[in-house]
């Protein structure tokens, strides 16, 4: 079975500074997606940057990128120059390559950003 | 375009009574999927539609609980005889349906706003 667990139930930043969300994941799988996704308090949840486990390359969206470790199957997210819209719930996401339905989540991340 | 929307935004209901939860996927979006998060938790597989196949159910956690997805369009999630563990935001999601490397590209999981359910 696929857990995916994220350690750090809350987290904090300044504004304007770097913050790290760390996951970890357990899988048989040698392809899978990686996903983090973002909850606001308005309860949307949206895609922030995704990883294909078969890309060595860290996918890098505008100020968020990843750190993927597959051997070590680790996945944390940074943010750079935090901003105050970047507050929300943060979870990491496991899909297999060729499941569409089997997404598995953590239990998230709750990031607090100070102005 | 107008992005998955659910139904009610949010339900308060009495201990037993039933309750219907509605989804409307992205037009087109062949896949939708039912989650639950409960408070402070992740998400919570519940369901699965894709097209005409049949659903994949694993996830639902008792036989109160049903979907069914009319015309491949809009979902309906029923959870009978409310219990209070119901309690929690039930968020639906659809995506086009890919068949993993070499085939479509889009394999994103779009969300709905989710409906929040309180059983008194």
């Known amino acids: 079975a696929q857990t995916v667990t994220q350690s750090q139930p809350e987290m904090s930043v300044q504004e304007a500074e770097t913050v790290t969300l760390s996951c970890t994941y357990d899988?048989?799988?040698?392809?899978?997606?990686l996903f983090w996704y973002k909850q606001p308090p308005s309860r949307q949840m949206i895609l922030v940057i995704r990883q294909e486990a078969y890309k060595q390359q860290n996918a890098t969206e505008n100020r968020f990128s990843v750190n993927f470790q597959k051997a070590a199957k680790s996945f944390s997210l940074k943010i750079s120059d935090s901003q105050l819209g970047d507050a929300a719930m943060y979870f990491c996401?496991?899909?297999?390559?060729?499941?569409?339905?089997?997404?598995?989540f953590g239990a998230g991340t709750r990031l607090t950003v100070k102005p | 375009g107008a992005g998955v929307s659910q139904s009610p935004s949010n339900k308060v209901t009495e201990k037993g009574k039933d309750v219907e939860l509605r989804c409307d996927p992205i037009?087109?979006?062949?896949?939708l999927y039912w989650y639950r998060q409960s408070l402070g938790q992740g998400l919570e597989f519940l369901i699965y539609f894709q097209g005409n196949s049949a659903p994949d159910k694993s996830g639902l956690p008792s036989d109160r609980f049903s979907a069914e997805r009319t015309g491949g369009s809009v979902s309906t999630l029923t959870i009978q005889r409310t219990q209070q563990e119901d309690s929690a935001v039930y968020l639906c999601a659809s995506s086009l349906w890919t068949s993993g490397r070499g085939g479509p590209p889009s394999y994103e999981q779009y969300f709905g706003p989710g409906t929040r359910l309180t059983v008194t």
């Open positions: 899988t048989s799988e040698s392809d899978y997606y």
């Open positions: 996401a496991y899909r297999r390559l060729y499941n569409n339905n089997d997404m598995r």
């Open positions: 037009s087109g979006h062949t896949a």
